[in-house]
């Protein structure tokens, strides 16, 4: 009877065990063996995103990513040019579909948890060509150069085969972070590739258009040197009459921009040290005492990361269903404006449709300006109307706050960070509550008083804060999303290496943080 009752992902264990992955430590790593593993991703990952593409013509590529590009730690064009789009795409729907009891699936007994673990490195695989064989055959060009001498097919092969090994070598890199190093590699590959937008996205003195040469109508791309270039050049008269308003307001990366990146950064780091810290005692030690924290971002920005994962596939398929030759003609869904258009000139940025609805707003430009002055400002979003900017932005919001709290919800009960699991985990150390029973029972009680609805809370405040970040705006297009997920995946990195310092310097802790 028990073999019946379970899942059918068991008959999938021979093949996913045979699937190259990175195998678990047998016992502790010591905590410089971890940061030298960190650091090492870190190079390799920047060094991947400089590989380019070979055989591929740069001149008609089209980025379908592109809203999401510092989101999904990405690079166009090269082996990184998938990002961690298919491992995180693979994790939503794995947790969608156990969350839902579609996969009956266990997540507190290792059996279960392995096949789990196991079956998304197969879905990881079945994502990379999902997400790249219709970029290659209908946005990946190759060059003329390499059709001539293999011809089309092979051409486009060879390019669909270099996105599948810089894909897998990204889930093999987030492993060793994930088993050897700190952290989690998707959230340091996040935020590598956002600190790197917003450093060139501040500082880049190179023009907009590289093709020609600097001048008032093609400034310099940076804030600060577009900032002193318009300065320098302008007369008294010319910054009133429309200077201020390119400094401040006018793409690309104008002052308000940086201003607002900032702020969001300053705010979340206020929002990430808010906590309730339950008292615990320990039974047999008296007098030693503890506090357990759960933190406001108790889900972390988990949430937020899968969210965005999941628009930007909405994006792409819209973009492919709107413009690809073969599924436009799919009945119902191709070639359907309601679901997304798109003109030569927006590239892979929608302009109607459900897709513009929740497609990542891109500053105070995409909504605002036009809302205050529709004759003025009407063509940067494609002559849509103000009720349709103002249900655009609550629209985006609830997207985001309702996706995220559906999602934190998911990660806590399939990341052992419920009531049941974490009265475990502090029972298991020896701890209580000062005034209650040492019992698991009594202790999932008391945290189910705040887990489940912190947890609400958590999804609903990572949500609206990416949601009003994109809003807002920032600099090197990193996107409010992105640069709140930085932010918190730093301080999560530090909180995460005073852990493993403490349990370097105490040994019996590595058991309540879960250590080996």
């Known amino acids: ?145 390499l059709v001539g001498n293999v011809g089309l097919d092979l051409a486009r092969l060879i390019i669909i085969l270099q996105l599948f090994i810089g894909s897998y070598i990204v889930f093999l890199m987030d492993e060793v972070v994930s088993k050897w190093g700190i952290g989690s590699g998707i959230s340091l590959f996040i935020a590598a590739g956002v600190a790197q937008a917003i450093f060139t996205g501040t500082l880049n003195w190179q023009p907009s258009d590289l093709t020609k040469a600097i001048s008032l109508s093609n400034p310099p791309a940076g804030t600060i040197p577009k900032t002193l270039y318009i300065i320098s050049q302008t007369s008294a008269q010319g910054m009133t009459t429309g200077g201020y308003e390119q400094i401040l307001l006018q793409n690309p990366n104008p002052v308000i921009a940086l201003i607002g990146t900032i702020a969001i950064f300053m705010f979340v780091a206020y929002v990430e040290s808010v906590r309730i810290e339950l008292p615990l005692s320990h039974g047999d030690a008296r007098g030693a005492r503890g506090r357990y924290p759960i933190k406001l971002i108790y ?109 934190a919800k998911f990660w806590i009960s399939t990341t052992n960070m419920g009531p049941e699991a974490v009265a475990k985990q502090i029972e298991s150390s020896g701890l209580q509550i000062p005034g209650f029973r040492r019992d698991p029972r009594v202790l999932k009680r008391v945290l189910e008083r705040y887990i489940p609805v912190v947890t609400v809370i958590s999804g609903a405040t990572v949500g609206a804060l990416a949601a009003g970040a994109d809003l807002i705006g920032t600099v090197g297009n990193a996107s409010g999303t992105g640069v709140l997920l930085s932010v918190g995946i730093m301080i999560q990195f530090y909180e995460a290496i005073s852990r493993e310092q403490m349990m370097e310097m105490h040994p019996v802790l590595r058991q309540f943080f879960g250590g080996e």
């Open 1 to 145: 009877m028990a073999e019946e009752k379970k899942s059918l992902l068991y008959r999938l264990k021979p093949l996913t065990d045979r699937i190259p992955a990175v195998s678990k430590p047998e016992g502790h790593v010591h905590f410089r063996t971890k940061m030298l593993w960190v650091i090492v991703i870190l190079v390799f990952y920047f060094v991947m995103t400089n590989v380019f593409i070979y055989g591929l013509d740069k001149s008609r590529t089209i980025d379908i990513f592109a809203s999401y590009r510092a989101i999904l730690a990405g690079a166009q064009g090269s082996l990184m040019h998938l990002g961690i789009g298919p491992i995180v795409t693979a994790s939503i729907i794995m947790q969608l579909f156990v969350g839902a009891k579609i996969i009956k699936l266990d997540l507190s007994n290792s059996d279960d948890k392995a096949v789990y673990q196991s079956s998304q490195k197969f879905l990881v695989i079945v994502m990379i060509l999902v997400e790249a064989v219709p970029q290659v055959f209908g946005y990946l060009v190759p060059s003329t150069g």
């Open 299 to 407: 889900a972390s920005n988990i949430p937020v990361i899968l969210m965005a994962a999941l628009l930007a596939n909405v994006s792409m398929f819209a973009l492919l269903l709107y413009t690809n030759g073969a599924l436009k003609g799919l009945p119902l869904v191709g070639g359907q404006w309601w679901l997304g258009t798109y003109t030569s000139t927006s590239g892979s940025y929608p302009t109607a449709g459900l897709a513009w609805y929740l497609a990542t707003p891109r500053g105070l430009g995409d909504w605002l300006l036009p809302i205050l002055s529709p004759d003025r400002y009407g063509t940067l979003v494609y002559g849509h109307d103000q009720l349709q900017l103002i249900i655009r932005v609550f629209l985006y919001l609830g997207v985001m706050i309702g996706g995220s709290i559906l999602f």
